[in-house]
């Protein structure tokens, strides 16, 4: 059994690419319109299990356990215990992980876009008062 200082490190780097796949598919433009599609469906479709089967697409929390998944089974990592332990709870600290990374990630881009609203403003605000400047 790999140390706890290792295994911990296996988990924060798993997930990593985790959130990256979870958020560009939930949130990033070059999925929108496959996303507006499932969320459409998910709302329209009469069956439930169809409903929740395209709802998984457009919220980063439920597809983060799909990718999840993946990553453990490609990957065989486990965490504590070196039986199917192991990997449930790798499962979930993978999962609790990448949806920190996201959360954090969500905060900072739109301090960022607050940022650059603020930055816009004071922008178009300097215009108009070199425009007043230069009437006068």
């Known amino acids: ?4 200082f290792i295994q911990l490190l296996k ?3 798993i997930a990593i690419p985790v959130a990256c796949i ?3 598919v939930t949130h990033e433009e070059i999925f929108r319109e496959p996303r507006e599609f499932c969320n459409k469906k998910s709302e329209e479709c ?3 299990l169809q409903r ?3 709802y998984l697409f457009t919220c980063e929390y439920c ?3 799909y990718v999840t998944a993946l990553f ?3 990957t065989g990592y486990q965490l504590l ?3 199917w332990r192991g990997y449930l709870i790798s499962f979930f600290a993978v999962v609790f992980i990448a949806n920190v990374y996201m959360s954090l990630f969500g905060l900072l881009r739109q301090n960022l876009k607050t940022e650059k609203i603020e930055a816009k403003l004071k922008d178009n605000e300097w215009h108009e008062v070199k425009e007043e400047i230069d009437e006068k």
Do not use: Q
């Open 1 to 4: 059994m790999e140390s706890i």
């Open 11 to 13: 988990l924060f780097i």
């Open 22 to 24: 979870a958020w560009t």
């Open 46 to 48: 009469n069956s439930i």
């Open 52 to 54: 929740k089967f395209y």
């Open 63 to 65: 597809f983060s356990h």
């Open 72 to 74: 453990i089974f490609i």
């Open 81 to 83: 215990f070196e039986d």
